[in-house]
């Protein structure tokens, strides 16, 4: 019996102190880079990943994807003199952090662009510093004749488009913290496109700002519906877009619908991907029925082609 006692104390003697001391180490933040190494079945090595890819056309949007296996506290992404802190989301026991970023035709210039991620989780803070080749592209020409009062607007309506531009440029720059959207994104009408974007366009024979979205022929009375689940923040009649529906699908991505016969949603409705948001007419500046569809992010027009052929992974590569 007291044999027997003693095996145990001695059993015990031997063993507790070493369990006592893993459970202290494992548990401690910031230890785990030197315990992992010494006994790699007690702690889970912590690991981080940032895709995105190496270089993407002049004007097309891409993806940053910052996963871990530990619970991530906060991801900031600099881009273009913006910081970006998308929501996370748990999937497959990992923490995913999911941004889309892009260039503007309007005023991008092609060449090497600066990526910086930075990564907070359980106390530690890493930075990725990266960069994105962004490449040229030779955008077609487009030339369009206009009766010439719809290529330079009446004085009296000079104010109007003051204001509009205003409401415009917010509401293209809302950030919601939380991300609805995902990809691909659905086509807002069926029609096939007019106009791609990026088109250097010449009114009368004078150049104009590039085309900043694309256009799909469509008749009078087409449903539109939104590319992605969001929540309508704007619904305008504006002098150059006519009747319009702006949809925000969260994290700074925001879809924009132009030259409606009628909007069939309320500002603050929320919108699945697919659902109907209005029906393609002539308003605003047109010749012809056709919905104008442009996509923002972070604040740039971007080109929304890629966004409706690419799913999450292909936008994280090349
Ligand atoms: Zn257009």
Do not use: C
């Not at 900043?212 to 877009?241: C, E, Q, T």
């Not at 132009?258 to 393609?280: A, C, D, I, N």
């Amino acid at each position: 019996m007291l044999h027997t006692i003693r095996v145990i104390i001695l059993i015990v003697g031997v063993f507790l102190p070493t369990l006592v001391m893993a459970q202290g180490i494992g548990l401690q933040d910031g230890d785990e880079a030197g315990f992992v190494n010494d006994n790699a079945t007690a702690a889970v090595e912590p690991e981080t990943v940032v895709a995105h890819p190496q270089s993407v056309n002049l004007g097309d949007p891409f993806l940053v994807r910052v996963t871990s296996n530990r619970p991530l506290g906060e991801v900031v992404v600099h881009w273009e003199g913006k910081s970006v802190v998308p929501s996370i989301s748990v999937w497959n026991d990992k923490h995913v952090a999911l941004a889309m970023l892009g260039t503007d035709v309007l005023n991008a210039k092609a060449g090497k662009k600066d990526l910086v991620i930075t990564v907070s989780a359980e106390g530690d803070r890493s930075e990725y510093k990266r960069t994105v080749m962004i490449r040229d592209k030779e955008f077609p020409r487009q030339d369009l004749k206009l009766p010439p009062k719809m290529v330079t607007p009446p004085k009296e309506v000079l104010d109007r488009i003051a204001r509009e531009r205003k409401i415009i440029a917010k509401t293209r720059s809302i950030y919601s913290p939380q991300r609805e959207w995902s990809l691909p994104f659905f086509r807002p009408v069926r029609g096939s496109v007019s106009s791609d974007y990026g088109l250097k366009r010449f009114l009368n024979g004078k150049p104009r700002n590039p085309h900043r979205g694309m256009d799909f022929r469509s008749p009078m009375g087409n449903p539109i519906k939104s590319v992605a689940d969001g929540i309508v923040a704007l619904v305008g009649d504006h002098y150059y877009a006519g009747k319009s529906v702006y949809v925000d699908h969260g994290n700074g991505v925001i879809s924009m619908y132009f030259h409606l016969s009628k909007p069939t949603v309320k500002e603050g409705q929320r919108v699945e991907r697919g659902q109907t948001v209005g029906l393609t007419g002539t308003t605003g500046r047109v010749t012809g029925p056709h919905l104008h569809l442009s996509i923002a992010v972070q604040g740039k027009l971007v080109n929304p082609d890629p966004l409706f052929v690419k799913n999450t992974d292909q936008m994280l590569e090349e």
